[in-house]
């Protein structure tokens, strides 16, 4: 991961891992003060936020509004798009004092951009469904401004980011020793603080800080040295992007429920453990992640709870314990090679920054004064599934070692991609 961290900040293209400059070089500290929105495009769910800070560390008021982006607007026109979100933060604003000048709007957009400014990006292409051909090569909080002024709405994006951004944005917030920030729900992304010497792409590359927080895009990690078992492969060969998002592959939500089934139908295909009524196991994807965490955390004596879901979504009736038991085996070593990688990958980053306890002197620090090191993280899986979950903070420890892990601490940001959001916003409109 370091390798690759290192060439992918050398030269666009020279790794896998794109690196991202976000241009985002000052992160939120609880100074910030005022009422601020925030748009979230690109999750599971469309959010508009209305999010109001002051006092200090204290969110006072948050309000949210939440809806799916109805299916034809993915595949329309960008105006129809934008239209439509501008609409949705018209009607959160529905009723508010009016407020002098501008108000500020953090924009998550988690699809690929190329930044220009922390204000400005244009889209590099569509992903998750999305295909509106004639956004590609926009600015899209461009896109969105002009939806915004005509709804006649005296709002301006003033930070564009994506949402593993906002989550370091609020780790940040309540806590500044925060330096980097995971997201594994559907997908999975990382971004760090780096220094902008070290961004050798970008040369002359000026902040305030000394410092720019980098988009990794971590779910397109590959590297040989990646085990990659044949259901890996026969996974990939399913997908729209074969050969891309290995590492994502590996370890998200979208994924691991689809592996065990591939685990599985290779078993039923090979033995006669699932009898001959395993045809269900030959459909894609009919495995969700929810029901292998289902399964895997059934702690009953007798399995009751495996044997619901292979009866009601897997139509194989009448499995014997010894079957039940070996399902909950293929569950657990799937969920367990993902939170592991996922701890490695953050093992990486901490390395990077000489955090790993590795190198005293590459943090510039004697041995015996640890740093404090706080790693933000959200998602689905990492919040939603408690196996995934130990797994991940044990291989942790098993990695760094007692010692350094004592002072490395992740830190779950509930709705951080979009609150950070905000928060960015108003770092970004009162400074510049
Ligand atoms: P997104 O990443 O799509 O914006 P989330 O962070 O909420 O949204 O992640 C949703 C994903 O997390 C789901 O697709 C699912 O795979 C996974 N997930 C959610 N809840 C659970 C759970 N209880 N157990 C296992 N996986 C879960």
Not at 39 to 47: A, E, H, Q, V
Not at 94 to 102: A, F, L, S, V, Y
Not at 242 to 269: P, T, W
Not at 424 to 429: D, E, K, R, Y
């Amino acid at each position: 991961m370091v390798v690759e961290m290192h060439a992918g900040l050398a030269s666009d293209g020279g790794s896998k891992l794109k690196m991202l400059l976000t241009f985002v070089d000052a992160l939120p500290n609880g100074n910030e003060e005022g009422i601020y929105y925030s748009i979230d495009l690109g999750g599971t769910n469309f959010r508009v936020l209305r999010v109001e800070v002051g006092a200090g560390f204290v969110i006072i008021n948050q309000k949210v509004q939440q809806q799916p982006i109805p299916e034809e607007l993915t595949k329309g026109t960008t105006e129809d798009l934008f239209n439509f979100v501008a609409l949705a933060l018209k009607d959160c604003l529905e009723g508010e004092d009016g407020q002098d000048g501008k108000r500020a709007l953090g924009f998550t957009f988690s699809f690929p951009v190329r930044q220009i400014s922390v204000s400005s990006g244009s889209l590099i292409r569509w992903t998750k469904g999305f295909s509106i051909g004639d956004t590609v090569g926009k600015d899209v909080a461009q896109c969105l401004n002009e939806a915004l002024a005509n709804c006649g709405l005296n709002v301006r994006v003033t930070a564009l980011v994506n949402d593993t951004v906002g989550t370091l944005a609020l780790g940040h917030y309540y806590d500044e020793d925060t330096v980097a920030a995971v997201i594994i729900g559907s997908g999975t992304n990382a971004c760090y603080i780096e220094r902008t010497d070290a961004i050798i792409k970008c040369q002359g590359l000026l902040t305030n800080s000394g410092g720019m927080v980098v988009n990794m895009e971590w779910g397109n990690f590959w590297s040989s040295h990646l085990p990659r078992t044949p259901y890996d492969i026969l996974l990939d060969d399913e997908t729209h992007n074969r050969n891309d998002q290995g590492f994502e592959k590996m370890i998200s939500g979208m994924y691991l429920g689809e592996i065990a089934r591939l685990v599985l139908h290779r078993m039923a295909q090979e033995s006669d453990v699932f009898g001959d009524a395993a045809d269900s196991l030959s459909n894609p994807f009919i495995l969700s992640t929810p029901l292998l965490a289902a399964i895997r955390e059934d702690d009953s004596p007798d399995l009751s709870k495996v044997r619901r879901i292979l009866q009601e979504h897997l139509k194989i009736p009448d499995a014997p314990l010894k079957t039940r038991r070996l399902v909950v085996k293929v569950c657990d070593i799937v969920t367990r090679r993902a939170a592991r990688l996922a701890a490695a990958g953050i093992v990486g980053i901490l390395k990077k920054l000489g955090r790993d306890g590795s190198g005293a002197a590459s943090s510039g620090r004697a041995r015996g004064q640890p740093r404090r090191t706080v790693v933000a993280i959200e998602g689905g899986l990492y919040q939603g599934y408690p196996v995934f979950r130990e797994y991940l903070d044990e291989a942790l420890v098993e990695i760094l070692g007692e010692e350094v892990a004592q002072n490395v601490t992740l830190r779950v940001t509930e709705d951080g991609s979009g609150i950070g959001a905000a928060l960015l916003a108003a770092v970004h409109s009162s400074n510049r």
